[in-house]
C-alpha cells in the first residue's frame, strides 16, 4: 500500500532539523572538530579567508605608510621641475642619486627630485599625461615654494619669465661664475624692459645633461636651466652647485 508522505515529516527531516538546531549552539572548535577535511577548507575559505586577505591588506599598507614617511623617510634638497621631455622616472632619480652622491651626501638619506611635467597639449598625448593635472601641479608648488628650480624650453618658459618666477642671474651668480657661463646663459627682455639680463642656463652645452638622452632624440631642442625665485635660500645654493655639476670643464676649476 503506497503511502501518502506529502506534506509530513521524515525521520531524516526531523533528524536534519535537530542537527542544526544543535550545530547552531556548537562552538567555532566543536563544529571544526565535527567537519571532514574538505568541509574544513570549505569552511575556511568562506569564512576565514576574505577576513584574513583584508586585515593583510590593511597591514600591508599601513606598514608602507610607516616604512615611507618615517623609517625610510627621505630628506628632498632639491625639486627641478623638467617640462615637456620624455625622459623616464628612473633615468631621473639615478641624475638625482649621481647628483646627490656628488655632494658626498647618502642617497638612501636625502635626495634630489627630478619629475617630468607636460604642459604643451602634443608632447603630453605622446606619453598620455594630463597637461590640466601638471600644470595646476606647478602652480601649486610654485605658490607652496616647494619647486626650486626648472628646466623648459624658451617657448615654454615664457609665462613665467613674464611673471617673474625666475631668479636673474645677473645678481646671483658672482662675477666668475658668470663669466666663465656667458657662452651658456639664456637672456630675456620683458616688454617694458629692452635690457637683456641673464635668467637661465641653456643645457644644449652641457655633457651631463646630454649624457641623459643616450641612442634618444630630446623633443626639447633648447632645454634651459631656471633657478625659482621663492625657493628658500638653501635651494638656491643647491640650484648653484647644479649648475656647476651641469658644466665641469666650463667651472669646473671654479669655487662652488
Known amino acids: ?20 538546531k544543535r550545530s547552531e549552539h556548537l562552538s567555532e572548535k566543536e563544529k571544526l572538530k565535527n567537519m571532514s577535511g574538505k568541509q574544513k577548507r570549505d569552511y575556511f575559505a568562506t569564512y576565514y579567508l576574505p577576513k584574513i586577505l583584508i586585515i593583510a591588506l590593511v597591514l600591508l599598507v599601513a606598514g608602507y605608510i610607516l616604512w615611507s614617511d618615517f623609517i625610510h623617510k627621505k630628506d628632498i634638497y632639491f625639486r ?26 647618502d642617497t638612501s638619506k636625502e635626495s634630489a627630485s627630478f619629475y617630468c611635467y607636460f604642459t604643451d ?15 595646476t601641479e606647478i602652480t601649486s608648488r610654485l605658490a607652496a615654494g ?13 609665462n613665467y ?35 637683456q639680463r641673464a635668467y637661465g642656463v641653456s643645457l644644449k652645452g652641457s655633457p651631463v645633461w646630454q649624457a641623459l638622452f643616450d641612442g634618444q632624440v630630446p623633443l626639447v631642442e633648447q632645454p634651459v636651466f631656471f633657478i625659482v625665485t621663492n625657493s628658500d635660500e638653501s635651494a638656491k645654493e643647491y640650484a648653484r652647485t647644479l649648475i656647476h655639476y651641469f658644466f665641469p670643464d666650463v667651472l669646473g676649476e671654479s669655487s662652488v
Open 161 to 195: 619669465l613674464a611673471n617673474g618666477i625666475y631668479v636673474d642671474l645677473q645678481t646671483f651668480l658672482t662675477r666668475e661664475e658668470y663669466r666663465l657661463l656667458e657662452d651658456n646663459l639664456y637672456f630675456y627682455s620683458a616688454d617694458e624692459n629692452t635690457e
Open 146 to 158: 616647494v619647486l626650486d628650480g626648472m628646466i623648459a624650453s624658451p617657448e615654454d618658459s615664457q
Open 80 to 105: 627641478c621641475a623638467v617640462l615637456n621631455e620624455a625622459l623616464s622616472d628612473s633615468s631621473l632619480t639615478e641624475f638625482g642619486d649621481q647628483f646627490t652622491e656628488s655632494l658626498g651626501k
Open 1 to 20: 500500500m503506497a503511502v501518502n508522505l506529502k506534506g509530513k515529516k521524515t525521520s531524516l527531516t526531523d533528524e536534519a532539523s535537530i542537527y542544526a
Open 121 to 135: 597639449t602634443s608632447a603630453a598625448a605622446e606619453v598620455g599625461a594630463s597637461v590640466a593635472k601638471d600644470q
